[in-house]
């Protein structure tokens, strides 16, 4: 069979009832037999069956990826070489573009914006490190006369990539573009609700000429499979994006053998709106700061303040808005905003506003679980907005990861960057002013990773992302990625013609 053909059988085979594991180049079904059911939350209806790996497959997995870093080419290929596969990757998937969103809708009940934003900066991210890679090196430095000093940025090896469910496209790119750009092997654990898109981009890899073991997928419990990995005396680095309390878990268990840890959690991001703003420029931003993605992003933005002397029309607009969001058929470009991931997330989102509400808390809009006509069965929440919250509620303190914003007004600037900073989190922030020099102050005063200013979007290939405090440390996205990827060797050499004799002896 030619290549030609069988990319055409593969191409045709995306959607399937059954995904395999990939490990070694191969795709296998899981050592146990065991399988992992995948819903569709906008309709509840199973989409498919994904090999559930085991302990067992996350050794096999492992020794595969040792094997490839140790003893195989990838890492030793010409770095213009790499970039070149790395490009053929984003090649296939703009080819298979559409095939991508829709298993990304199927997977996840996202709306068909989000999920064609999301794949599409999925795609940019490889062309991105295809870029990057090439300039990435190391330093000559400033040593005595007689001595040369230079240093070599040297793939950090055995990587394990534990992904969450909100974005499982963007998330894998995010982690194993920059991993395999700098010659790393990677093992890959999705998130069990979501691993299709996952599973397809590992043998998209295979199919653009990553060489086997460099790249393995393997879906499966992050409570057993995950956790494995992460204590797996054979894996270098960790990272992991998801909830705080399980990045607090694995960066005590990978301390045990001092392996490099990235972790990109949880948020509770502040959207600080000033009475000089663009007001219908702020409005738009926020309602997409928070319900974009059906709220569940890490750097939604779940807490809004304004202004005092604003309040009132900034409110009756953003609550006009706020109800006028169309949820439905996620394929429906017309639809605004797609499904809760499943039943307990659900559950979850409203046991926060139910508590908001025991706590004294005013319902602006929204405010209860959703049926979309036609919809159901799947898991829908209603865009709500909360006030009269203050920052001893659990809905204001907590991370909701669902549609729902708190809000609560400010006096002056001083008073804005307390109550932004008054979180144990400190992933993303936005602020909207007129004002560019207020602007800047704040964004110096805020304690995130990312300030967003005047403007809805938190990153693109390029921009650093990553947290403050308890929402982690590293940062993914960007060049400095690549260095967490890597290890800095240092090379100091004397080229002078008298021995050296420190000693003196
Ligand atoms: P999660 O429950 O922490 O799970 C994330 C991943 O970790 C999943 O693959 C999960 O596997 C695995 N896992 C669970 N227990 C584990 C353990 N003991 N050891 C190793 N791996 C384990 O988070 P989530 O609910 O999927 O995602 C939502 C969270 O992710 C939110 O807090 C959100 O803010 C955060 N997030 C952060 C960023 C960022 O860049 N900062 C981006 C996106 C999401 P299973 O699926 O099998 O449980």
């Known amino acids: 069979m030619s290549t030609t053909q069988e990319i055409k059988v593969e ?3 995306m959607k399937r009832d059954f995904y395999h ?5 191969e795709k296998i079904k899981s050592s146990s037999d065991e399988t992992i059911k995948v819903y569709n939350p906008a309709t509840g209806e199973l989409v498919a069956e994904v090999a559930k790996a085991s302990k067992e497959d996350a050794d096999r997995a492992v020794s595969a990826a040792r094997e490839a870093f140790d003893n195989g080419k990838w890492k030793k290929y010409p770095v213009g070489r790499r970039a070149q596969v790395l ?4 090649s296939i998937m703009r080819a298979r573009f559409n095939e991508l969103v829709e298993l990304e809708i199927l997977d996840t009940g996202k709306s068909i914006h989000a999920a064609q934003g999301q794949v599409m900066q999925a795609i940019e991210d490889f062309e991105f490190y295809a870029g990057a890679i090439v300039g990435h090196r190391g330093t000559v430095n400033n040593v005595p006369e007689q001595f040369h000093n230079y240093t070599e940025k040297e793939p950090v090896g055995v990587c394990a990539q534990i992904t969450p469910w909100n974005y499982p496209m963007m998330m894998a790119a995010w982690k194993v573009a920059p991993a395999i750009a700098v010659g790393c092997s990677v093992i890959v654990k999705p998130a069990s609700l979501t691993p299709l898109t996952t599973i397809i981009l590992g043998e998209i890899c295979l199919e653009a000429g990553v060489p086997a073991g460099v790249v393995n997928i393997i879906p499966g419990s992050g409570a057993e499979v995950g956790d494995y990995l992460v204590g797996h005396p054979q894996v270098d ?3 992991f994006t998801g909830s705080t309390p399980i990045g607090k878990d694995i960066m005590a268990k990978a301390s045990q053998s ?6 990109e959690l949880g948020g509770k991001s502040p959207n600080l709106v000033f009475n000089d703003a663009d007001i219908d420029a702020a409005v738009d931003g926020s309602l997409f700061g928070i319900f974009y993605n059906s709220g569940q992003s890490c750097e939604a933005r779940s807490r809004l303040y304004v202004q005092e002397d604003i309040y009132e029309e900034f409110m009756s607009k953003f609550v006009q808005k706020a109800k006028a969001i169309k949820l439905g058929d996620p394929f429906d470009k ?3 905003m797609g499904a809760i991931i499943d039943q307990r997330q659900l559950d979850t989102i409203d046991s926060y506003v139910k508590s908001a509400v025991e706590d004294g808390a005013e319902i602006l809009a929204g405010g209860h679980v959703a049926k979309p006509e036609g919809f159901e069965n799947g898991f829908w929440y209603e865009p709500t907005v909360i006030a009269n919250v203050n920052h001893d509620m659990k809905a204001v303190k907590e991370e909701i990861f669902g549609p729902v914003v708190v809000v609560m007004k400010f006096k002056d600037e001083k008073e804005a960057i307390k109550l932004a900073n008054d979180t144990e989190y400190g992933l993303g922030s936005a602020v909207w002013t007129k004002d560019g020099a207020k602007a800047t102050r704040v964004a110096n005063g805020i304690q995130a990773g990312i300030v967003m ?6 990153a693109f290939p390029g921009t650093p992302f990553g ?3 308890q929402s982690g440390f590293g940062r993914e996205l960007s060049i400095e990625s690549l260095d967490l990827y890597t290890e800095t060797k240092s090379i100091l050499s004397y080229y002078g013609s008298r021995p050296l004799n420190p000693l003196g002896v």
Not at 87 to 90: E, F, G, P, Q
Not at 258 to 263: A, D, E, G, H
Not at 453 to 458: D, G, K
């Open 11 to 13: 191409q045709a085979a």
């Open 21 to 25: 594991l990939i490990i070694n180049g």
């Open 87 to 90: 490009n053929k990757i984003a």
């Open 237 to 239: 680095k960790v990272a």
């Open 258 to 263: 001092l392996k490099r840890v990235t972790l």
């Open 334 to 336: 017309g639809t605004h």
């Open 453 to 458: 200013v005047n403007c809805p979007f938190s």
């Open 467 to 469: 947290g403050y405090k």
